[in-house]
């Protein structure tokens, strides 16, 4: 309980604290097709990945909200279709597991993310990377600078769908105060009376 409780009370702290810093705690993602280079083997008959073949890809973060409704992300040059929204770049590496591109469901893609944002902040996490639209995937947090330099915990990814081009869109969170709280099981009320300031009052149990 202690062990657990200090894990989550360090969680809330860190991510209260990139948030009053003005980072960003919730933002859009949209690969840039032109950027995916993938290895030459292993390959199915029609050249696309198979599994255990590696890639790496880069593409646009974008503010919360900016892909919703299916708006893509980028143009057909690679370019942002909205520049005045880019907050910075995401750079993804990993290999494909499943069925290789074939996957329609479940684990397509073990990945590292690194988001480098314009203020100079940078954010990693690693994790599977789900072929299934709609469908939240936790992603651990793995280090950062500036403003995540300590942030620790998980961290969320939703698939938004794909470019005609195949490329990714992705919705990104980093959980809130109340909503870690929700996803822990060994936070009772009593905790969250304790945490008006992110830190305890009292003697834990």
Known sequence: MLKSTLTTLALFATTNMAAANGAPMSFDVAEDLSLF?????PVFEDGMPAFGNAFVTQGYIYEDGTLDGGAEGTLADGSPAYPDKVIGRWTCDGFFVGDGARTTTGAMVITRQVFEFENGDILINQGAELADIGVE???AITGGT???ANITGEMSQVL???TDGFGVRLSIDIPSREQAAMNDPHVDET???EWDSGFPVGPLN
């Open 37 to 41: 280079i993938f290895a030459s083997e």
């Open 137 to 139: 995937a936790p992603r």
């Open 146 to 148: 500036g403003s995540f």
């Open 160 to 162: 938004l769908g794909m």
């Open 191 to 193: 905790d969250h009376a």
